[in-house]
């Protein structure tokens, strides 16, 4: 269950506001919560054991944390994933494979959490980092990619930024 009591900005963390302006409502949550309020809403038989998230490279990915961000001046919703797997050495997950994971959990993820919610964003993104990060932080060991979309009639077009 999602809960207003556990709303943070993160203004809090770095110049950001996790809400948009007018103050509309949004619950800031970690992986279990979001996951279940989100993906069973919209998707039955979408979950899969220990909180993944299915992607077509089949690596392990798990919703760290979705914010609010009108920082650029207009609203950005961004979805960070953890994805342990992801890495330029051998054997790891690189970005060729990574962007078409990101394009995937924002068609079957970020469009739906954004028609429930009622949010108009000029951007979606989505990152995958091999660790947690905390948002607004540096960690230069930690791999992160991300991709940048708009959403037109529920479809997420990249933006290439």
Not at 43 to 53: Q, V, W
């Amino acid at each position: 269950m999602l809960r207003p009591d556990r709303h943070r900005t993160a203004q809090a963390k770095i110049a950001a506001p996790a809400t948009p302006d007018g103050g509309a409502r949004f619950w800031w949550v970690r992986g279990r919560a979001l996951f279940f309020a989100v993906l069973l809403s919209f998707a039955p038989g979408f979950a899969t054991a220990g909180n993944l998230l299915p992607v077509p490279s089949g690596q392990d990915v798990e919703l760290s944390d979705v914010l609010l961000d009108n920082n650029p001046g207009e609203l950005w919703v961004r979805f960070r994933f953890v994805a342990p797997k992801i890495g330029a050495t051998v054997g790891r997950i690189g970005y060729d494979v990574a962007s078409i994971d990101m394009a995937h959990l924002c068609e079957t993820l970020a469009v739906p959490y954004v028609a429930q919610h009622q949010l108009e964003p000029a951007l979606v993104v989505i990152s995958m980092s091999d660790r947690a990060v905390e948002f607004g932080r540096t960690a230069p060991d930690a791999t992160q990619f991300f991709e940048a979309y708009r959403l037109e009639q529920a479809r997420c077009i990249w933006e290439g930024l």
